[in-house]
């Protein structure tokens, strides 16, 4: 896919990946068990993605309405520590991640898929939405995945930031 030089330079000064969880890192299906505990499916691959992103220096955080045990233990097993769940109003939690970590709005991308995402993407220096994102969350988005939400789209944001900072090399040379 061909990317335009002002996508490249809205990647070019991305030092942290925000994500919503239900359709970006998962399909977006709630599975309950018969016990009411919730069950989430998450791609291997994209979790591989932002283990090289990190690796990479590259920050990475959760923003993401609902709360669940299964995403806590998730991002564990990934090493994410930044995580807002529970969040109704995801754009409030950006003053907050700013103080954190001295980034700026422009060095922020954020992945979303639904009608609650489009406020935060559109205060955030690189909004991506997935391919199976609602009409209104792909036209607030910079960069469109080719991939769906649950099926490698966080591995594509991944390796699109990694290659267009020219980073990817690097990143995979431990595979190689």
């Known amino acids: 896919m061909m990317i335009s030089q002002d996508i490249k330079k ?42 090289l992103l990190m690796d990479a220096g590259i920050q990475v ?8 045990k299964a ?22 939690v950006l003053d907050t991640i700013i103080q954190k970590t001295g980034l700026g709005y422009h060095e922020i ?11 935060i993407m559109k205060k955030t220096g690189f909004p991506i939405a997935v391919a199976n994102a609602c009409p209104e969350v792909r036209s607030a988005a910079s960069y469109i995945t080719s991939a769906q939400g649950g099926d490698g789209a966080v591995r594509e944001i991944s390796e699109l930031i990694l290659k267009t900072q020219g980073l990817w090399d690097k990143a995979i040379h431990q595979f190689l």
């Open 10 to 51: 809205q990647i070019h000064v991305i030092k942290m990946l925000l994500l919503d969880v239900d359709g970006v890192l998962t399909r977006g299906s709630i599975i309950y068990t018969d016990k009411a505990e919730e069950v989430k499916i998450f791609s291997v691959k994209d979790g591989l993605g932002l283990r």
């Open 61 to 68: 955080g959760i923003v993401t309405g609902r709360t669940s």
């Open 109 to 119: 991308a954020f992945a979303g898929d639904d009608l609650p995402d489009i406020r």
């Open 71 to 92: 995403l806590l233990t998730r991002c564990d097993n990934l090493g994410i520590t930044l995580i807002f769940d529970g969040i109704h109003h995801k754009e409030d």
